[in-house]
C-alpha cells in the first residue's frame, strides 16, 4: 500500500512532518514536508503531504507561490480559503524577515551591486511598479529608505517632488532612487531616461546628490551611474 494513502496519523512517528520538526529541527524537512504542516489537515482520499506535493508540484518553489495571483490557487482540490490564507501569510512574514534582516544591517553602498542586494528580495517579483528612496548620509552609509507606490515614470514630475520632498524631510545628503520593471527586463525606456534627467536636475537645484537610479529586475539590474547617464 503506497505510504501516502494512510492517514498521517497513522505513520511511525519519525515520519510524520509535526514530529519530525520536533524531534530534528525545521532545517531537516523538506519544502513539502513544511508545507504539509501549515496545510494541516488532507481532504477525502489525500493527506496533507499530498496536497502540498501537488502544491510543489505546480509552483516549483516558495518563491513562485510568493508573488502568484490568488486565483491561480483555486484549480488545487483540498486547498480551501483558510489553507490557502494560512500559506500566503507564512510566505509573506518569511520575506518580511529577510527584509528586516537586512534593515538591520549598517549597509555601505559603495556601487549599484550593493543596491541590488539590498532591494532584490522586495522588487523582483512585484506585479507593480514601486519607486524605493535610498537615503544617504555623508558617508554614503544607508540611514532610511522610503516608498513611493503611487505614480509612474510617464508622471515624472510628481514622482520627482514625492522623491525630494522624502529626501529634505530626512535631511539625506544623498539619495539613490530605485524603481522595478514588472516585466523583469531592467532595460531602461525613454520615459526611464526622461525621468532621471529630471530627478538629477532637481537634485542640482536641492543640492541634493543623486547618486544613482537603478531599474531592478528579474535578478538583473540596470545602473544610470554605471552606464555613465548620471
Known amino acids: ?6 492517514p498521517i496519523k497513522n505513520w511511525p512517528e519519525d515520519e510524520k512532518p509535526r514530529e519530525k520538526l520536533l524531534k530534528y529541527g525545521e532545517h531537516k524537512l523538506t519544502d513539502t514536508e513544511l508545507l504539509a504542516i501549515l496545510i494541516r489537515t488532507g481532504s ?16 516549483g518553489s516558495f518563491r513562485n507561490m510568493s508573488h502568484t495571483s490568488i486565483h491561480k490557487w483555486k484549480d488545487i482540490k483540498g486547498l480551501g480559503k483558510a489553507k490557502l490564507c494560512q500559506i500566503k501569510s507564512a510566505i509573506e512574514i518569511g520575506r518580511r524577515f529577510r527584509e528586516e534582516e ?8 559603495t556601487g549599484p551591486e550593493d543596491v541590488f542586494s539590498l532591494l532584490l528580495p522586495r522588487m523582483r517579483d512585484l506585479k507593480k511598479e514601486i ?3 535610498i537615503h544617504l548620509d555623508a ?16 508622471q515624472a514630475n510628481p514622482i520627482v517632488r514625492e522623491i525630494f520632498y522624502k529626501a529634505m524631510e530626512n535631511f539625506s545628503v544623498s539619495i539613490i532612487c530605485v524603481h522595478n520593471h514588472p516585466s523583469g527586463d531592467p532595460s531602461p525606456s525613454k520615459e526611464d531616461i526622461e ?10 537645484v536641492l543640492n541634493i546628490k543623486v547618486v544613482d537610479h537603478i531599474i531592478i529586475g528579474d535578478d538583473r539590474y540596470y545602473s544610470f ?5 548620471i
Do not use: C, H, P
Open 131 to 133: 519607486f524605493v528612496v
Open 44 to 59: 477525502k482520499g489525500e493527506t496533507a503531504v499530498d496536497i502540498a506535493r501537488r502544491i510543489m508540484q505546480k509552483f
Open 1 to 6: 500500500m503506497d505510504r501516502y494513502s494512510i
Open 195 to 204: 525621468f532621471t534627467k529630471a530627478l538629477v536636475k532637481a537634485g542640482e
Open 225 to 229: 551611474a554605471k552606464s555613465g547617464l
Open 139 to 154: 558617508k554614503n552609509n544607508v540611514f532610511d529608505r522610503t516608498e513611493i507606490e503611487e505614480g509612474t515614470v510617464n
Open 102 to 109: 537586512l534593515k538591520g544591517k549598517k549597509v555601505k553602498i
